[in-house]
């Protein structure tokens, strides 16, 4: 037998008012229709739910039986259709997976690992290494929350710019590079080392100097950022990459950091996800979230934060 579930909701007014007439009024419905309703419920029941009693009404023994929990069904599913549900980050029990550039990761993992933990002790993060753009791991729900340089092309996917990041130059210390001005010349002269999980020995910074009439020389390619560093600490490699994502790294491994001489633009640092989760009220906490702890990287010395935007 096929139910309908608003049947549920008549018999919770049914057996809090007691009455057709008084479930009727609180539905706001005809007396007439809360008969029928009573009439369908008493049917798929097989109970009188309510019986006569001198001049008003009372509930059976196994309408009392049931009035507690009905009610409690009647109000998980208000709270499962309502639009506006609340977020209880106290009691909140969700895993999210992110899915940062392992730059990122090094530089802001441990601070939003330890807000989640403040805020929402329920949480679970998975950070996950990023293998490269796949939307389709945002369209399936594998990927919670990306980041990414580039603003994506699909119209289900949602970015929000949280920064713009300065390419630098980072070499070893007592670098020969270090030994005066650094122009274009010498640093196309030198030996470089690119960051690139597909071993890519060729960048955006290639294309410029190509503009300039210069080419230089990449030796190798580094799987991560963290690799070209040790590496670049190692050896007289020269290795250029974004500021404010990588400064903890450098300045912990006692890199020596240098001005690009080549007039690019900023890089942009974009937050992902899908748009199935535009009002999912938990997953807007966490980008918000992530938002503010990726955003501290940018903040200049005066406080003032890089402001962020939301584009649908």
Not at 28 to 42: D, E, F, K, Q, Y
Not at 168 to 188: I, K, M, Q
Request: charged share 25%.
């Amino acid at each position: 037998m096929q139910l309908d579930l608003n049947l549920l909701t008549a018999l919770d007014a049914l057996l809090e008012e007691g009455s057709v007439a008084g479930a009727a009024a609180r539905l706001h419905v005809t007396a007439p229709a809360m008969s029928r309703s009573l009439g369908r419920i008493r049917k798929a029941t097989g109970d009188q739910i309510l019986v006569r009693a001198g001049r008003s009404m009372v509930p059976t023994t196994r309408a009392l039986a049931m009035r507690a929990e009905v009610h409690a069904l009647v109000q998980q599913a208000h709270r499962l259709l309502s639009a506006q549900q609340e977020l209880d980050l106290a009691t909140l029990d969700r895993v999210f997976t992110v899915r940062w550039h392992d730059a990122l990761t090094a530089a802001c993992g441990t601070a939003l690992t330890t807000a989640v933990r403040r805020q929402a002790p329920g949480v679970r993060l998975r950070l996950s290494a990023e293998p490269g753009t796949d939307d389709a791991e945002l369209r399936r729900g594998e990927v919670d929350l990306e980041s990414s340089s580039g603003a994506p092309t699909l119209p289900d996917i949602r970015h929000r710019l949280v920064g713009r990041d300065r390419l630098v130059v980072a070499v070893r210390p007592g670098h020969p590079l270090t030994a005066g001005p650094l122009s274009l010349e010498r640093y196309a002269a030198a030996e470089h080392l690119t960051v690139s999980r597909r071993g890519s020995l060729r960048d955006p910074v290639d294309d410029a100097l190509s503009a300039h009439g210069l080419e230089r020389r990449v030796v190798a390619a580094g799987p991560t950022t963290a690799f070209a560093l040790r590496l670049a600490l190692d050896t007289d490699l020269v290795v250029t990459l974004p500021d404010a994502v990588t400064r903890t790294a450098r300045e912990q491994l006692g890199l020596a950091t240098l001005p690009l001489p080549l007039p690019l633009p900023d890089v942009p640092l974009y937050l992902l996800w899908h748009q199935r989760y535009d009002d999912d009220r938990a997953h807007t906490w966490l980008r918000d979230l992530a938002a503010e702890t990726v955003q501290a990287l940018f903040t200049p010395p005066s406080g003032v934060a890089a402001g962020g935007t939301v584009v649908r």
